[in-house]
C-alpha cells in the first residue's frame, strides 16, 4: 500500500488534512475481521446475507483486505500499509462465502438495504469487488437494475472490472452498468497467480454488449499488500498480498473518500466528471484504461 499511495498521488492530500473522515464506505463482499488493528473502531454497520445475522467474520480474507486498502490506518507497520482513506468509516454486508462465491440475490438486497439507509450511516460510496460473466441478450439484470438504482439514489458506486482480460468485452457485472465506475488493474502486464495459474493481461476490456466503453478508471492491482483476516492464527502475519481488479477497486473507492471528505455536496455525478478529467493516460487502448490511472492531485485540483 506504501507503492499504491505513491503511484495514485496520495500524500499531497494528507498534507492538506484530507483523510476521508466522515465518509461512509460500503463493502459488499466477505465480511471483515474488524479485530485486525488498522481496522478497529471503523466499523458502524455489518449484516451477513448468507446466515441472516450481524456476524462480522470473515471466513474468505477477501473483504478484510479491501477494507485495509480502502482505508486501513496502517497501525500495525508504523504507517507503511495505511489505506486510502484511513479516518473514513466501513460498512460490511457479506455476500460471499469462504470459498469467495455468492449470488446476485444477496448483493441485491444489500443495495437496496444501502439505499435505504444511506443518510443514517454517512454512506456515500459502494465497493463492489465482486463480478459475474454477462449472458448476452438477456434483458437487464435485477442486480444491475440494483446498481443503476443505488447510483440514482446518489451513492458513488464502483465496480471491478473483473479478472476475465483480455478478451474483448470481458467486462463483469456489474462493471457493465454505464453509470457506476468500472475500475480495471493499470498494472496487469505483471503476472499474478489466479486459481494456482500465473497470468497477465487479465483486467477486462470493453466495450459492454451494450458498446459502452470501459472501465472508467485504473488503478494499481498487482501484488497489493493489505490488511490479513487470519492474523490471529499463529504463524500469520498481519498482512498479506492479493492482485486482481479485485484491489484495484478499493483504490479507487478510499481516492474518491478523500475527494468527498474535502468537498461533501458533490453529487456522484460531478465526482464522476472530476475523475475523467483528472486520470493519468497511460497511452493505453481505451477499452483497457479508461480515462487513465487515478491521481489524486488532478482529483483534488479541480
Not at 149 to 170: E, F, I, T, Y
Not at 211 to 226: F, N
Not at 230 to 257: C, H, I, N, Q, W
Not at 279 to 301: A, E, F, K, M, V
Request: charged share 20%.
Amino acid at each position: 500500500m506504501n507503492r499504491v499511495r505513491e503511484l495514485v498521488g496520495a500524500f499531497p492530500a494528507y498534507a492538506q488534512g484530507i483523510y476521508g473522515a466522515g465518509i461512509g464506505v460500503a463493502v459488499l463482499d466477505s465480511g471483515v475481521n474488524d479485530r485486525h488493528p488498522d481496522l478497529q473502531g471503523r466499523l458502524v454497520y455489518s449484516y451477513n446475507y448468507l446466515t441472516g445475522s450481524a456476524e462480522r467474520a470473515d471466513d474468505c480474507g477477501h473483504g478484510t483486505h479491501i477494507c485495509g486498502i480502502i482505508g486501513g490506518t496502517g497501525v500495525a507497520s508504523g504507517g507503511r500499509y495505511q489505506g486510502l482513506a484511513p479516518r473514513c468509516h466501513f460498512l460490511s454486508l457479506k455476500v460471499l462465502d469462504q470459498e469467495g462465491n455468492g449470488n446476485s440475490g444477496s448483493l441485491v438486497q444489500a443495495l437496496y438495504w444501502l439505499i435505504d439507509h444511506r443518510k443514517e450511516y454517512d454512506i456515500r460510496i459502494v465497493n463492489i469487488s465482486v463480478g459475474s460473466t454477462e449472458i448476452r441478450g438477456k434483458k437487464k439484470s435485477g442486480l444491475l437494475k440494483a446498481v443503476e438504482d443505488a447510483w440514482d439514489a446518489g451513492l458513488v458506486v464502483c465496480a471491478a472490472a473483473g479478472n476475465q482480460g483480455p478478451a474483448r468485452s470481458s467486462i463483469t457485472v456489474p462493471g457493465t452498468s454505464p453509470r457506476v465506475i468500472t475500475a480495471g488493474s493499470s498494472d496487469d502486464s505483471r503476472a499474478v497467480r489466479f486459481m494456482g495459474v500465473r497470468r497477465a493481461n487479465y483486467s477486462g476490456r470493453g466495450p459492454t454488449s451494450a458498446c459502452v466503453c470501459k472501465p472508467d478508471v485504473v488503478a494499481p492491482g498487482a501484488y497489493i499488500k493489505s490488511c490479513n483476516a487470519d492474523f490471529e492464527r499463529s504463524g500469520k502475519g498481519y498482512y498479506t498480498e492479493k492482485s486482481g481488479t479485485s484491489m484495484a477497486t478499493p483504490v479507487v473507492s478510499g481516492a474518491l473518500a478523500l475527494l468527498l471528505s474535502r468537498d461533501r455536496e458533490l453529487t456522484n455525478k460531478q465526482v464522476k466528471l472530476k475523475l475523467r478529467a483528472s486520470c493519468l493516460d497511460l497511452g493505453l487502448p481505451r477499452n483497457q484504461q479508461g480515462w487513465g490511472q487515478i491521481w489524486i492531485p488532478g482529483l483534488l485540483s479541480l
